[in-house]
């Protein structure tokens, strides 16, 4: 398995960008119960035109990419999801920088930094409900495997994203409009976790389909 | 889902294209959906603008003009506009005194707001934000999201906005944006739930028999689901929070805004103002000025909001300064 | 029935009690349930008098204030008030120029109507009454009901008011409210019933994929119930019949009035303003002048009515005339 | 069987309110389907408050009955009915006079003159669906069985109102509320005409419990 490319990003974006579709109602659903019923629409709309640039844009190295995404997000999401999936990846453009590869420690550094922006931007912090919580066990799980190479480490990182959603859907929110809902958010899966779930699952995907 | 609509894409990009009909003498819209009062920017006049989620109207493209705001931003339905919106409103409307940026409390307004303030500052001109949290529904806390912002925005921008007009400088709006945030309270509740369009069904649903205490106007579900009772009792759920979290009492003169959700006729909320307006009686609170109407909505959601704002000299003032406006209009 | 009510007896005291706490500089109530202009009887000056069921608001009470109506009379729920009351309005407005009663055409308005302009004449007061029957879903015929007065009023009502408050004697008012009456003509639909407080359940059931076209402001079942379908079809199946038996052609000012039934949001109100005008724009009718919002309800009913007025000058510049009242107000 | 008295004006009208208090849903509802939905509220309303002014009203002439029946109707009613019924008994008051009594003939020509006023102030003729087409079948039928006495010609009248209102129902309708449904008003009972049904009902069995 090699290092991660142009190729891979736009896989990872492109597979990202299809499985929010699929899955927009689902998103939207979860946001329904504890928020204003947008999250997935909110998303659909985002990576389709970041999927769009992405095409527009053509040959370019890894920050260029990420960059473009992220603009695009900003520019057209609106809503939490907007800044906060956008920082994600200018923090990954910044880490990447004119890279056309990246390796495994690369990757984990720019995930990293990614993690970083989500957190300076958001304020969020471990426990209170949101994205965060499957951002950054992801982001741990992916250190901590990064020695077994790129496609265990991006494997590890989707799974612990996968169970920090499911560590959290008891609890109360304390960010994002879950907050307002007090003891009834509880049981409540989190719509931006579930969406950053997809986001490792199709990372993953998109590099082990290499 | 049964709206007045043509396709759910459409919904924002026609209902402007409507106001821009039905409003030309007041406003324009220009790249990327932003709202400009017609004669921006105004040399030397601080500009005003705010901006969130559509689905809210009037609120806020139906108060720009003359007396309000300089430029609203609409974002999609319930989702905050983006930095992009608010840095060409930024632009549409700096007459060199700086632009005050009126940002109701979401996560995303204010992320997506400070965003644009960056990169307005970064262009050179001079932007300040001010906050609007009224909601007492929501726990006040520095650990959280903190309180949305609702029915007292309609009262800063009239407020600000006629000070603005009246030549103030842009630390002198900020500072009486921040005042009017310091001294107002609302909360709101739901007969029914609203549907997004891009959703298609309900957001919540609610028994014939139950009602939600305590909603934003985003369709969110309340802190609370309660047995439906009478608009007297429910002027007391929503007044009473808004009482005690205020410090309203004796001797103060406010403004009282009852506010309709998008469903709910007026002859309902005029029955509600009945309530609040003998609850500050009792209380010797003075009612000095009201405004009843459905100017912050949720679609077409059924259900109210009250709003108490502690008056001063100053801001009643402003409050009957003239303004022109689609949604408001009075002195012009 | 979801509704902010305390009891289905007491629905149309109490929002008028509201109406009072809130507009008392405007307006006053006296017996039995007469909405009055602060300062009326004014010497000198035709009283304008308008009244109907109650469940349309803010028609006629929020019109009630200087430039538009002396008083209004509000009945039960959707039931014509008593002649009591128009007789005790028509008292309370006379200052010696004669009184102006504007009815709207059903047939309890006009028998309670007449039964009252008979008292008040028998007392010595001129009156005069014009009926307004604009609604083009009803064939206009002199062996049935006739046309129901629907949005028209609002407009006769405003422009009616403004010659009076500007001197014009009880011919002249009464000449201009038929010409009004002439040149206006209107068409409603509805997306879902209403109802009515003392009833409790919808007058009429709709499937999720219906809606009525050619309804009135009663709740009654519109002339055909159709599939549900886009506001752009919607507009077009209320302007094919009002552009057509008004006559509106190519070269003619208009005011463009799209109304909320009550229950439907503004920005539904403004996608449907937006094919409006173009669809006026397309024959060459100049929209002079518009009106956007819920002026003529219907309970909690979601719908529109659309209306259209010729306008000849002395028309607008009656309606740019100063108003203040509840529910409309500029120059003033 | 004597003849018509203040007795019998009582339970008539007494009778009549209670009938239309029990039966006010089933006649909202008939105007629900061709109406305003009020046809039930305003009814009970009027007949209420006509019941407890005579009451206050004590002993008195049958036209001084009549005419506080006739005038409450006309002051609390509003809406078609409320001049409508008003004018029913203010013409039946008319008719009356001072008399505390009346022959069958008398109540005939009271009868008569009160569907006359209805006709004056509603403009409306035979089969224009409305409480005329209830309300003129049982004059004549009242006038044909007269020569009987109260009693028989009250039986005849109320049947002929019952009959008259069967027989429009699959009508249009030309006036009132209904004309403006068209053809859709076809196979709905009109609600005036029901109310007139049970008014002869009552005023039969107000005379026969004598
Ligand atoms: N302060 C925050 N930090 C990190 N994530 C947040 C924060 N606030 C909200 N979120 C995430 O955003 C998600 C909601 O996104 P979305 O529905 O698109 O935006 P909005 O709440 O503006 O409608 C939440 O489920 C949560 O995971
Ligand atoms: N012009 C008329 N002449 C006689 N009866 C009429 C006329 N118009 C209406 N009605 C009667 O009145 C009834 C409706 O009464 P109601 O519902 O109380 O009044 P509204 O139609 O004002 O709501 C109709 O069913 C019809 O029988
Ligand atoms: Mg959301
Ligand atoms: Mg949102
Ligand atoms: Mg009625
Ligand atoms: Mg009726």
């Known amino acids: 398995m090699s290092d991660f490319d142009g190729a891979a990003m736009s896989r990872f974006v492109s597979t990202f960008a299809d499985r929010l579709h699929e899955r927009r109602e689902e998103l ?11 999250h997935g629409i909110n998303m659909d709309r985002g990576f389709s035109a970041a999927r769009a640039k992405l095409a527009e844009l053509g040959e370019a190295d890894l920050g260029t990419m990420a960059k473009t995404v992220g603009m695009t997000l900003i520019s057209t999401v609106g809503g939490a999801s907007g800044p906060l999936y956008g920082t994600f990846f200018l923090r990954l453009s910044t880490s990447l920088g004119e890279r056309d590869a990246a390796s495994t420690g690369e990757l984990g550094a720019a995930l990293r930094a990614a993690l970083d922006g989500v957190q300076q931007r958001g304020k969020a912090i471990a426990d209170d409900k949101t994205m965060v919580d499957a951002l950054l066990p992801a982001v741990e799980a992916f250190d901590a495997a990064s020695g077994d190479g790129i496609g265990p480490a ?10 920090g959603r499911e560590r959290i859907t008891p609890l109360v929110a304390r960010k994002g409009r879950a907050s307002y809902l007090g003891e009834r ?3 409540h899966p989190d719509p931006g976790a579930t969406s950053t779930t997809i986001l490792f699952e199709s990372l993953r995907d998109a590099v082990a389909a290499d | ?7 759910t894409d459409a919904v924002v990009d026609e209902a402007l294209a409507g106001m821009v009909a039905a409003h030309g003498d007041l406003l324009r819209v220009i790249e990327p959906n932003v709202v400009v009062r017609a004669d921006a920017p105004r040399q030397g006049k601080v500009g005003i603008i705010s901006g969130g989620g559509s689905g809210h109207e009037p609120m806020h493209g139906g108060f720009v003009g003359m007396g309000m705001l300089d430029a609203a931003c609409p974002g999609a339905v319930f989702t905050s506009p983006v930095p992009d919106q608010m840095l060409a409103a930024t632009k549409a409307v700096d007459g060199g005194a700086g632009v005050l940026h009126i940002v109701k409390n979401y996560t995303g307004d204010v992320m997506n707001f400070e965003l644009a303030a960056e990169l307005a500052q970064a262009e050179g001109i001079e932007v300040t934000s001010v906050v609007i949290a009224d909601d007492v529904a929501v726990k006040d806390s520095l650990y959280t999201a903190g309180r949305r912002g609702v029915g007292g925005t309609v009262l800063a921008e009239k407020i600000v906005g006629a000070a603005a007009e009246a030549g103030q400088d842009l630390a002198a709006v900020t500072a009486l944006a921040q005042r009017v945030q310091d001294n107002v309270r609302s909360m709101g509740m739901a007969l029914t739930s609203c549907t997004v369009p891009a959703a298609g069904k309900p957001t919540f649903e609610l028994g014939e028999d139950e009602m939600e205490i305590g909603i934003g106007i985003h369709g969110e579900p309340g802190r609370e ?3 439906l009772a009478g608009a007297d009792e429910i002027t007391e759920a929503l007044m009473g929070p808004i009482l005690d979290d205020g410090g309203f009492g004796s001797g103060d003169d406010v403004l009282a805004f009852v506010n309709g959700m998008g469903g709910t006729p007026l002859i309902e909320l005029y029955i509600v103002y009945n309530k609040v307006a003998a609850m500050c009686a009792e209380r010797g609170i003075a009612i000095a000025r009201n405004l009843v109407g459905s100017y912050i909505t949720s679609l077409e959601m059924a ?6 704002l502690k008056l001063d000299d100053e801001m009643t003032r402003l409050w009957d300064a003239p303004v022109h406006t689609p949604a408001l209009r009075w002195g012009a």
Not at chain 1, 29 to 35: E, I, R, T
Request: some cysteine.
């Open chain 2, 1 to 7: 889902m049964k709206k007045l609509i043509n396709s």
């Open chain 1, 185 to 187: 958010a509880m049981g």
């Open chain 2, 225 to 227: 689901r309660r047995k």
């Open chain 1, 154 to 163: 991006l494997a590890a990182a989707a799974q612990a994203a996968a169970a």
């Open chain 1, 28 to 38: 939207t659903q979860l946001d329904s119960a504890v928020g204003d019923a947008d």
């Open chain 2, 303 to 308: 259900g109210c909001s009250i709003t108490l």
